[in-house]
């Protein structure tokens, strides 16, 4: 099966820096990379996505970018905001329909 | 339903005991899956719904895990003989079709705590 890996477990930024999150993964055959946050006791919820015909997105402040060669992808943050602070999930779809997850990023953000 | 429902929220079972978690998808959804995450750890993925069947139950861990969704909505999660190495939040998604094209939307979970 797919195997996702995560990097860096923890990240601190100071307020209005960027943050970057790196992803790798197994499976030539993935075609879906989503992005989750996860605050404290809340669900994770899906801040962006990528899919594998596609190299760069972004959404305001949030950029995701695939490099389907070497099988990884990465989400960037920037002018960081203390309300970002959270766990960060990336993950990525092979042949199945399930997500495979990586292990997540604990993002604090300083003011 | 507004969002994806999950009940109980919280359950603390006893070792070796018979627990049950519920699953109400966003209404309309015919796709719903079941995750468990541990402490400090991404979701791991337990199986996954097409309609009423299972169509990939490869991530549940052994016999004592089960899951039915007898009318393709209400999923539920059956866990028989409780360890202790089942403490983990239990999330259910559910997906309008195709995940790599919809994504999911995650429950808040149901945390179970074997003591």
């Known amino acids: 099966g797919e195997n996702v890996e995560q990097h860096p477990s923890t990240l601190s930024v100071q307020e209005g820096d960027s943050a970057v999150i790196k992803c790798t993964y197994s499976d030539s055959a993935s075609n879906y990379f989503p992005w989750y946050k996860q605050e404290l006791g809340k669900r994770p919820q899906l801040i962006i996505d990528i899919r594998s015909n596609v190299g760069e997105k972004k959404d305001q402040r949030i950029a995701v970018t695939l490099n389907k060669t070497a099988k990884h992808f990465s989400l960037h943050i920037t002018e960081t905001q203390p309300e970002d602070s959270a766990v960060y999930f990336c993950a990525a779809q092979a042949t199945g329909n399930q997500f495979y997850f990586g292990t997540g990023t604990s993002l604090t953000v300083i003011p | 339903g507004a969002g994806v429902s999950q009940t109980p929220s919280n359950k603390v079972t006893e070792k070796g005991k018979y627990v049950e978690l519920r699953c109400d998808p966003i209404?309309?959804?015919?796709?719903l899956y079941w995750y468990r995450q541990s402490l400090g750890q991404g979701p791991e993925f337990l199986i996954y719904f097409q309609g009423t069947g299972a169509a990939d139950d490869s991530g549940l861990p052994n016999d004592r895990f089960f899951a039915v969704r007898p009318e393709g909505s209400v999923s539920t999660l059956k866990i028989q003989r409780t360890e202790r190495g089942d403490s983990a939040v239990y999330l259910c998604?559910?997906?309008?079709?195709?995940?790599?094209?919809?994504?999911?939307?995650f429950g808040s979970g149901t945390r179970l705590t074997v003591v």
């Open positions: 209404s309309g959804h015919t796709a």
């Open positions: 998604a559910s997906s309008p079709g195709l995940s790599h094209r919809y994504g999911y939307t």
